[in-house]
């Protein structure tokens, strides 16, 4: 018994030394401001190289480094390839971003083609496939900040079904927008690019995210296609996300344990922050034999399913959690037996509605024969929600069943 044990702790020793000397053939270590670094050998990045960092983080840094060259078999796909005699073999083929941007260049010198022109071809060929079917065009309009620059964009995209009844969706603008975002720019914006692609008179729907200004922007549209071939005079033009509907209606609901959400939020943050946390996160997951291979995933504020991904991938490592807050002095808030239960429960009942966003947000098929039956299944899970033994969802459920009747 001893010695198996001893054997299997040097195949384990073993494994964990050449995968440490793997990665230090790729990393050169130096001493800068009396502080050891490991040097990156193809981008010059330095990391942290003393021995108390080990090298999770070097790992992770060479499977992602620009400026190498993937070699890797893993990273590998096959390629088939014609042999002289007319037969075929297949062989790993590697994709190299230098090597690519290259022959692109090679391509336009060789061939005296502008880049633009090629964009520009492009464009008239999607352009001649959207007007030149019978069909009329969907459009849906999205705005979204992006993050580093605050600046606001506008994307617009035409969905259609050709001669042939295939369904098909093309994004036809992407344009910054300057602020402030008013209806009246908004409007200007969007018919101009209806405008540019020959759509104001073969216009069917409009979809937009159920807010304030694009209702007042969609007044601003009617006046402005107020002349053109709109279906049933322009009463039904204006078409509200049913994804976005959803979306506000759980978030009306999530308030109800938003403590709860918020304290498993925290533990979530602080256990990815830092290769570090991940790695003894992965080692307390090991040593309480969870058979989970989920990945803790964090959520974004503005889109309620990626709490509830979020929330389902903390569930499953409850007792994780537990044990790290005997072992680690900077995690201090741990979340209560409440706060999993109500997290628990709620993701039982939300799980239906994260199914049905996934079903509305599909691009290639049509979803509105989808809409009526599942709204309505919607409401009996409110209902049966409202019956909940426990508090907070019972008060979950009336703040999104209001919330539901408003829609």
């Known amino acids: 018994m001893t010695a198996t044990k001893s054997n299997v702790d ?23 401001n009396e502080v050891d670094k490991a040097v990156c050998n193809y981008c010059q990045k330095k990391l942290g190289g003393s021995s108390k960092n080990r090298t999770t983080h070097l790992r992770d840094h060479f499977n992602i480094c620009p400026l190498r060259k993937h070699r890797d078999i893993k990273q590998s796909i096959l390629n088939p390839r014609k042999k002289k005699d007319g037969s075929t073999s297949l062989a790993a083929h590697n994709f190299d971003q230098e090597c690519s941007r290259h022959k692109l260049a090679k391509m ?9 022109k090629i964009y520009e071809n492009e464009k008239t060929k999607t ?27 506008m994307v617009v995209t035409a969905h259609y079904i050709d001669d042939s009844w295939n369904l098909h969706n093309r994004i036809i603008r992407f344009i910054y927008v300057t602020a402030p975002h008013t209806a009246k720019l908004l409007a200007k914006v969007l018919m101009e690019c209806l405008v540019e692609w020959s759509l104001e008179r ?14 007042a922007m969609m007044d601003q549209m009617k006046e402005k296609l107020k002349n053109a071939s709109l279906l049933m005079k322009g009463e039904l033009v204006h078409m509200k996300c049913s ?12 308030g109800a344990i938003q403590c709860a959400i918020e304290t498993i939020c925290e533990s979530v943050v602080f256990w990815i922050g830092t290769p570090k946390r991940v790695e003894k996160f992965e080692e307390a997951k090991k040593g309480l034999s969870c058979a989970s291979n989920k990945k803790l995933v964090l959520d974004c ?23 790290l807050i005997h072992t680690e002095k900077n995690y201090k808030r741990e979340p209560s037996e409440r706060d999993w239960l109500l997290a628990k429960v709620m993701c039982e009942k939300l799980k239906f509605f994260y199914h049905v966003t996934e079903m509305f947000s599909g691009t290639k098929y049509p979803t509105t024969n989808l809409f009526f039956s599942k709204i309505c299944d919607i409401w009996l899970l409110l209902k049966e929600c409202l019956k909940s033994s426990y508090d907070e969802i019972r008060i979950m459920a009336s703040n999104m069943m209001d919330k539901f009747e408003q829609y």
């Open 301 to 323: 504020k503005t889109r309620w399913n990626s709490t509830y991904l979020m929330l389902t991938s903390a569930i499953v490592y409850k007792d994780v959690f537990s044990r």
């Open 127 to 153: 352009k001649n496939s959207i007007t030149d079917n019978c069909s009329r065009v969907a459009i849906t309009n999205d705005m979204w900040i992006s993050n580093n620059q605050k600046r606001g964009y």
């Open 108 to 116: 336009i010198i060789l061939h005296e083609r502008d880049i633009l």
């Open 202 to 215: 073969k216009l069917s729907t409009l979809t937009l995210d159920n807010c304030t200004v694009n209702i």
């Open 10 to 32: 040097s195949e384990k020793n073993e494994t964990k030394r050449k995968l440490t000397l793997f990665v230090w053939n790729h990393f050169k270590k130096q001493k800068i």
């Open 243 to 254: 994804a976005h509907i959803l979306n506000l209606i759980v978030q009306q609901g999530l």
